[in-house]
């Protein structure tokens, strides 16, 4: 994560829907019993992607000014193709809109063939110690003009289901 930041700390700015890139490499460390890249370590791997882009979109600065934090509070994702150990691959990483309490990240990842390994969509949500801070304060702290496009409706479905799915779960 610091070799992450320490390379984008000076990376030109990205509009909150600009794709930020970045390389990467299976290690040992990431990899599972099938000797492939492990499925929750590739959730891990994803804030390799979210933290440098919030760190070029302005978010950064905004969170350390205003004692902010950040969540996670939902992801799908989509696992189609195996990573090997030292299999390099690129993750794309862009910001696909907003609502009134959490921000919507697409990320994939690519393998050097041409082939997407795996795409996911976080929910995240700037924190404070109240909860959350509403998107719309959190576009004026970073001093944005970003456009809120409306979500993809395959997002929109998604985020439907979710809000049928019963919390909390059934023991």
Same mark, same amino acid.
């Given at each position: 994560m610091m070799k992450e930041i320490i390379k984008n700390r000076k990376a030109p700015p990205l509009a909150f829907d600009e794709v930020h890139v970045s390389h990467h490499r299976v290690? /040992?460390? *990431? #990899?599972?019993?099938? #000797? @492939? /890249? !492990? !499925?929750?370590?590739? /959730?891990?791997l994803y804030d390799l992607g979210r933290v440098p882009m919030g760190l070029r979109v302005g978010l950064s600065g905004a969170m350390r000014a205003n004692c902010w934090g950040m969540a996670v509070a939902g992801a799908c994702v989509r696992y189609r193709r195996r990573l090997r150990p030292f299999e390099k691959f690129e993750m794309r990483t862009r910001g696909l809109g907003w609502d009134e309490r959490f921000f919507y990240i697409d990320q994939q990842i690519w393998?050097? *063939?041409? @082939?997407c390994a795996n795409h996911a969509v976080f929910r995240t949500a700037v924190t404070d110690r109240n909860g959350i801070v509403p998107t719309a304060k959190v576009i004026a702290a970073i001093d944005s003009n970003a456009e809120n496009k409306p979500l993809p409706d395959w997002v929109q479905d998604w985020l439907e289901a979710e809000d049928n799915r019963p919390w909390p779960p059934q023991r």
């Open positions: 290690w /040992l460390s *990431d #990899i599972d019993q099938f #000797i @492939e /890249l !492990n !499925n929750g370590r590739t /959730l891990m393998k050097q *063939d041409g @082939e």
